[in-house]
């Protein structure tokens, strides 16, 4: 079955963004589309996030959609599959820590890159050129510079696509749903 994975950030829910348009849309067109909830969202540490996610049924028809920190968390899942799935989709991706920011424990130290991209048949990115938060279309390069695959897709001015702090609801997301249909 036609399976749809959503990993939230930081501060995030199901109901958070894009999230509910997208599920709607896809749901429409036959995909199953799961959005775990993962805990303290506005603290994202790695021990306590991945477990959630590995709990997903991932196949080799599953599309794997991640949102800021949501996309450290997609890689670091990728690292742990056993089976490579159809498509993985980071959204305002980043995976180093970002500026004077305090570190991040969503972040591991270093990254199975080949790891990675075996479990991924298409690895696709969206970053903005003025994302707030510094998940922008350099960070987008550096993993598709690392992973050594992948397409890159710049936005022009879309921000974070999604973001409470900055005034951001961007409620729908076509362009994204093109993507994944």
């Known amino acids: 079955m036609k399976n749809?994975?959503?990993?939230?950030?930081?501060?995030?829910?199901?109901?958070?963004?894009?999230?509910?348009?997208?599920?709607?849309?896809?749901?429409?067109k036959g995909y199953s589309v799961s959005i775990p909830v993962l805990p303290d969202t506005d603290h994202p540490d790695l021990k306590t996030w991945l477990p959630v996610a590995l709990k997903e049924k991932y196949s080799p028809e599953t599309i794997l959609i991640g949102h800021s920190a949501g996309c450290p968390l997609q890689l670091s899942v990728l690292e742990n599959l056993n089976v490579k799935i159809?498509?993985?989709?980071?959204?305002?991706?980043?995976?180093?820590?970002?500026?004077?920011?305090?570190?991040?424990k969503i972040l591991q130290d270093k990254y199975d890159w080949q790891k990675i991209k075996k479990n991924a048949e298409e690895i696709i990115l969206l970053n903005s050129d003025n994302d707030p938060w510094g998940c922008n279309d350099v960070e987008g390069k550096f993993i598709v510079d690392n992973l050594g695959t992948g397409k890159l897709i710049v936005l022009k001015g879309e921000g974070h696509m999604g973001s409470d702090?900055?005034?951001?609801?961007?409620?729908?997301?076509?362009?994204?749903?093109k993507l994944i249909v």
């Open 4 to 28: 749809v994975i959503i990993l939230h950030g930081t501060g995030e829910t199901k109901e958070s963004f894009w999230f509910p348009w997208l599920t709607r849309e896809l749901e429409k």
């Open 86 to 104: 159809k498509k993985v989709i980071l959204v305002a991706g980043y995976a180093r820590q970002k500026g004077d920011m305090e570190p991040e």
């Open 165 to 177: 702090t900055f005034k951001q609801p961007y409620k729908e997301f076509p362009l994204l749903l």
